[in-house]
């Protein structure tokens, strides 16, 4: 990827979690509603993703988009994951097609397939020994509003790829903690994602050729039911954490 990445969300924690390592890779532009609160050596664009005139002109001269921006509390009520997580990516992806971006990586969640959780298959699912997994291609069972509005997201790249050709990959992140997984926490553990191997993945997704997809974006915890084979396959997501590795810390 040649052309300047437009990172939405960028001052947040998986935005922040990419530039660590990716700073010097791509030619960013930051845009988050919040002004900077540490120095960058980037463009930075104040700006509120539900402000349609404003993403189109963050959108103007990027081959691509890293779209994190949005509301990403569990507990979010609708009126906010209406307007921040649906109607704001309606607004970057429309600005993609109509700027002529080649691909969008989209900020999707575990929450959209929360419900597969259910009572009988818990705590099971969350431990080494069990082989439930799901790998993407299963229909959304969001586990909250916030969930309906990720699954929602999919769908609308779904759309945009399917009618304006956009090339389109949804991330289903995980937990993604610093330095180490969630602790006393047996599900985060399983959908942990390190914060290198989310700057990796989300390398892999600019650079990587692709129609539509849906991926998991955990780490290689022995725990685990998501697949991370399609990563693997499609993007060439080579993970090098895993949160067993951590057990002696007491996670
Ligand atoms: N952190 C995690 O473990 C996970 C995160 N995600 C998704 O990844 C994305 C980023 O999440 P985090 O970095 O954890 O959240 P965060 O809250 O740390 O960062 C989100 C950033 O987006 C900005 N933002 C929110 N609404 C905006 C709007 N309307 N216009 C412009 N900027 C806006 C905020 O100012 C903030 O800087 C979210 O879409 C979230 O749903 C999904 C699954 C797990
Ligand atoms: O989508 C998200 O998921 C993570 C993990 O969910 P949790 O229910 O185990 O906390 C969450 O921490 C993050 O805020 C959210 O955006």
């Known amino acids: ?8 969300g960028a001052e947040g924690r998986v935005g922040q979690a990419i530039l660590s390592d990716l700073s010097a890779e791509y030619e960013w532009r930051l845009l988050d509603r919040d002004p900077p609160t ?13 402000d349609e005139e404003a993403v189109r002109e963050a959108v103007e001269g990027v081959g691509a988009i890293v779209h994190l921006a949005g509301d990403p509390r569990p507990e979010a009520p609708w009126n ?29 969640s ?13 705590p099971d699912m969350y431990r080494p020994s069990d082989d439930y997994r799901l790998d993407g291609t299963e229909l959304p069972r969001p586990s909250n509003l916030y969930g309906v509005s990720k699954a929602t997201g999919e769908v609308l790249g779904r759309y945009y790829h399917d009618e304006h050709g956009l090339s389109v990959v949804c991330v289903r992140i ?12 047996e599900r985060g553990q399983a959908m942990w994602l390190s914060h290198r191997d989310c700057a990796h993945l989300f390398d892999r997704c600019l650079q990587a050729d692709y129609d539509y997809e849906i ?16 990563a693997r396959e499609v993007l060439g ?8 590795e951590f057990a002696n810390a007491e996670c």
């Open 1 to 8: 990827m040649d052309d300047p990445v437009l990172l939405t």
């Open 38 to 50: 540490r120095d960058t050596d980037h463009e930075f664009v104040v700006a509120d993703i539900t």
């Open 80 to 108: 906010s994951v209406l307007s921040n997580n649906i109607d704001g990516t309606r607004n970057v992806l429309e600005a993609a097609v109509t700027e002529g971006v080649e691909k969008v990586v989209f900020a999707s």
């Open 110 to 122: 575990n929450h959209a397939v929360g419900a597969y959780e259910t009572d009988e298959r818990t």
């Open 174 to 185: 995980g937990n993604l903690t610093k330095n180490h997984p969630p602790k006393d926490y």
């Open 215 to 230: 991926v998991y974006g955990i780490s290689d915890n022995d725990r685990k039911y998501y697949s991370i084979e399609n």
């Open 237 to 244: 997501y080579d993970p090098q954490d895993n949160s067993a």
